[in-house]
Nanobody
Framework: QVQLVESGGGLVQPGGSLRLSCAASGSRFSINTMGWYRQAPGKQRELVAT???????NYADSVKGRFTISRDNAKNTVYLQMNSLKPEDTAVYYC?????????????????WGQGTQVTVSS
């Protein structure tokens, strides 16, 4: 059906930057809202940012002014530019997309998740 594949995580020093990418692949699908979530060790998964098809965005208070979410609808890809990174940003980052898929039996709409990419902010 549809897969989300993330890239761009890694190790960065405090104050540094990283850019995450997430591309959706498959057939006969359309994407609504896309977003990024993160989960730190011992904590619940939390919203980082979302972006609607038309481009409206929503951010967690903890990342406002530092992170920027964007998307390329032609490439079915969402990005997360992360600047001024802090140790507390360390987590596994997951891509999420609200996708409508056309099947032989009809259309379904559900959330899809990427496999996660590790972001570590440390000196």
């Amino acid at each position: 059906q549809v897969q989300l594949v993330e890239s761009g995580g890694g190790l960065v020093q405090p104050g540094g930057s990283l850019r995450l990418s997430c591309a959706a692949s498959g057939s006969r699908f359309s994407i609504n809202t896309m977003g990024w979530y993160r989960q730190a060790p011992g904590k619940q998964r939390e919203l980082v940012a979302t972006i609607a098809t038309g481009g409206s965005t929503n951010y967690a208070d903890s990342v406002k002014g530092r992170f920027t979410i964007s998307r390329d609808n032609a490439k079915n890809t969402v990005y997360l530019q992360m600047n001024s990174l802090k140790p507390e940003d360390t987590a596994v980052y997951y891509c999420n997309a609200d996708i409508r898929v056309v099947l032989s039996t009809g259309a379904i709409r559900r959330d899809y998740w990427g496999q996660g990419t590790q972001v570590t902010v440390s000196s």
